[in-house]
């Protein structure tokens, strides 16, 4: 069974910043591409920011400039700084892993919420 768990969520004031981390074990952290999704009250979960196994990333045009994810190859741990959080980045927050050359789909955390006030 695949498990990947995430921590750092919590609540912060506009501008401020959270840093979360997801570690998996080794054989899925270098053969999946790794990467965080959210999804808001009554909206459909989205991409946020994906890394491949490379360190090539890919992140949703509303974070760009924001959001830096990166990989500690040593830890298998992925992580997702977010600086100058704004109101609309309030959500359950993912951790996903997929694809995979093995499996074409994605594995998910458990979820961590992330609360900005105003």
């Known amino acids: 069974q695949v498990q990947l768990v995430e921590s750092g969520g919590g609540s912060v004031q506009a501008g401020g910043s959270l840093k979360l981390s997801c570690a998996a074990s080794r054989y899925i952290f270098t053969n999946c591409v790794m990467g965080w999704y959210r999804q808001a009250p009554g909206k459909e979960r989205e991409l946020v920011s994906i890394?491949?196994?490379?360190?090539?990333?890919t992140y949703t045009d509303s974070v760009k400039g924001r959001f830096t994810i990166s990989r500690d190859n040593a830890k298998n741990t992925v992580y997702l700084q977010m600086n100058s959080l704004k109101t609309e980045d309030t959500a359950v927050y993912y951790c996903?892993?997929?694809?995979?050359?093995?499996?074409?789909?994605?594995?998910w955390g458990q979820g961590t919420q992330v609360t900005v006030s105003s």
């Open positions: 890394i491949n196994t490379d360190a090539t990333t």
């Open positions: 996903a892993a997929g694809p995979c050359f093995f499996f074409q789909g994605n594995y």
